[in-house]
């Protein structure tokens, strides 16, 4: 069956090619428009994949493939048409079997994901914003019965280590789950949550404790896990105190104590979101300026 299959290129010379693009240099413009989208539609693929049980099938259509070529080039004629067979009616079965996967990535392509490829920093930056606010939420929610617990938002500097020491959870960012975390007598309410691209990676993480010099007698092993933590690297702690119901936050090694739910809003926005985000569109505005300048030299 595939003895008969040829692939045709329209006359498609790789010289003549790389002569038609020096003389028309307009098409590289679509070249790169070409290969973007492929790129980005594999990847796609991949990481969805990734997620789903398609993976190991994904898997075996390559093994499949690659048997296939092997059995042509060693001209196994029984076993290449049944191969053939298998990949010819086998696209038809993967239709019925993965129909629930296939509609639920082309929903999501049809949502949200295009709007990420083409403005990724304006969608995560809005997505961190939002997870901010669910974050102060739970803090509140957790102050109110006064019940202890520990958030680490992590920053610049990966803490894989720290993340390796608790249990995966690698859930969206929820209130709801946060605050469910830290209800006393739980497998997971001991230790910190570590929230990672705009991810509840992992609960239950041990942080490294400040030394007794750093910090207030008064206080405990959270807030001395927080601003261990803290001077460590630049992630950012929260800590609900067990005793008062008091919402602190660490960074940079220094511990605020007692903030309100405003202030605790007004940290996070500014140290989360406006230092990592505002210094990108700083640099897309240099980018831009430096661009016009260039072309104003040319002219000139």
Not at 14 to 40: C, Q, R, S, W
Not at 103 to 112: D, P, V
Not at 155 to 161: C, V
Request: proline share 2%; glycine share 4%; with cysteine.
């Amino acid at each position: 069956m595939l003895d008969n299959f040829t692939i045709k290129i329209d006359s498609l010379n790789i010289t003549e090619y790389m002569e038609m693009l020096h003389e028309n240099p307009i098409k590289l413009i679509t070249l790169a428009i070409d290969l973007g989208i492929v790129i980005f539609l594999i990847v796609y693929i991949l990481k969805f994949a990734r997620n789903s049980r398609a993976w190991q099938l994904l898997k075996g259509i390559a093994l499949l493939i690659v048997a296939t070529a092997i059995s042509k080039i060693l001209d196994l004629k029984i076993l290449n048409f049944i191969l053939s067979s298998i990949m010819t009616w086998g696209v038809f079965a993967l239709i019925v079997i993965f129909q629930p996967e296939l509609r639920r990535a082309l929903e999501q392509l049809g949502t949200n994901k295009l709007t990420k490829f083409f403005g990724i920093n304006k969608d995560i930056e809005t997505r961190t914003k939002e997870d901010i606010y669910k974050v102060v939420i739970a803090a509140e929610e957790l102050s109110k019965t006064k019940t202890g617990g520990l958030i680490v938002i992590e920053r610049d500097i990966e803490i894989k280590d720290i993340i390796s020491t608790g249990i995966e959870i690698n859930s969206e960012v929820s209130p709801q789950l946060l605050v469910n975390i830290f209800v006393p007598n739980t497998p997971l309410h001991d230790g910190a949550v570590v929230i990672s691209n705009n991810k509840i990676v992992a609960a239950a993480c041990m942080l490294p404790l400040a030394s007794d010099y750093d910090i207030a007698k008064e206080l405990g092993t959270r807030h001395r896990a927080a601003i261990g933590i803290s001077k460590e690297s630049d992630a950012i702690a929260i800590v609900v105190s067990e005793e008062t119901g008091k919402v602190s936050i660490a960074k940079d090694g220094t511990l605020i104590a007692d903030v309100s739910e405003e202030a605790l809003k007004k940290i996070l926005i500014k140290n989360v979101v406006t230092k990592r985000f505002g210094n990108v569109k700083e640099e897309r505005k240099m980018r831009f300026r430096k661009l016009n300048f260039k072309m104003k030299n040319k002219k000139e």
